[in-house]
């Protein structure tokens, strides 16, 4: 049995992995998808002060709460930034991460600094208040604004915990646009530490690649 905690990215909570959660127990694990503060039923929490280090929290915070250990963390899109900061700071509670059409941070970068320019346009497009970032039209009806202090602040790691880990990383080779994980997807494959796959998906992978993502969860619940 494995354990999985599924982060999802902007503006989504953890109703985006509903059938992967499903999945994955009906296969004999553990899965736990988390909604970060300010989003989904959370939003009521939204106010300029939640950033990144509030999301890390969230997730080493259920981590201890149900004494978890050899945690698969996965990360959606943003969910990158968080699953990288958590296994920086619990690396003892952390078997693996897998990144879902992610981004991959080093110590010092931000969603802000990792993405493209429409990324960055989609950034400044906030709501009223000036601390949250709207959805995309086309997202799901549920999906809700999303704190921008998160997007803008640096990730503090110091990376000693990775080399010690088989990561993998999920890309996602259908987006309509230019991907701008394309770069990252290039660079991992050729490294020896990362297990690497693309999918003919968009980049919605839970919705759109659901039997390839599950297939590719239980492999790295085997052999991580």
């Known amino acids: 049995m494995t354990t999985f905690v599924l982060i999802p990215g902007m503006c989504?909570?953890?109703w985006c992995?509903?059938?992967?959660?499903?999945q994955l127990r009906s296969h004999g694990h553990r899965a736990y998808p988390l909604t970060l503060t300010?989003?989904?039923?959370?939003?009521?929490?939204?106010?300029?002060?939640?950033?990144?280090?509030?999301?890390?929290?969230?997730?080493?915070?259920?981590?201890?709460?149900e004494r978890l250990q050899d945690a698969v963390l996965v990360g959606h899109s943003y969910g990158g930034m968080v699953i990288t900061g958590v296994a920086d700071r619990v690396p003892e509670r952390v078997r693996s991460l897998?990144?879902?059409?992610?981004v991959v941070p080093a110590d010092g970068e931000s969603m802000w600094s990792l993405v493209?320019?429409?990324?960055?346009?989609?950034?400044?497009e906030v709501t009223e208040t000036g601390n949250a970032v709207r959805p995309m039209p086309f997202f799901d009806p549920r999906a809700t604004p999303h704190p921008l202090a998160s997007l803008l602040q640096p990730l503090r790691?110091?990376?000693?915990s990775a080399q010690s880990r088989r990561d993998v990383y999920v890309y996602a080779?259908?987006?309509?646009?230019?991907?701008?994980?394309?770069?990252t997807y290039q660079r991992l494959r050729q490294e020896s530490a990362w297990t690497t796959y693309a999918l003919d998906s968009g980049h919605n992978l839970m919705?759109?690649?659901?039997?390839?993502?599950?297939?590719?969860?239980?492999?790295t619940g085997e052999t991580s």
């Open 98 to 102: 897998v990144y879902l059409d992610a």
């Open 17 to 22: 992995f509903q059938e992967l959660t499903e």
């Open 12 to 14: 989504h909570g953890g």
């Open 157 to 160: 790691v110091t990376g000693s």
């Open 207 to 219: 919705r759109d690649a659901p039997q390839d993502l599950l297939e590719i969860l239980l492999e």
């Open 116 to 124: 493209s320019d429409n990324e960055r346009q989609w950034y400044l």
């Open 38 to 65: 300010g989003l989904s039923e959370r939003s009521h929490l939204l106010h300029g002060g939640v950033n990144l280090d509030t999301h890390i929290q969230d997730v080493t915070g259920v981590l201890a709460a």
């Open 173 to 183: 080779a259908g987006w309509p646009t230019p991907s701008p994980f394309t770069a």
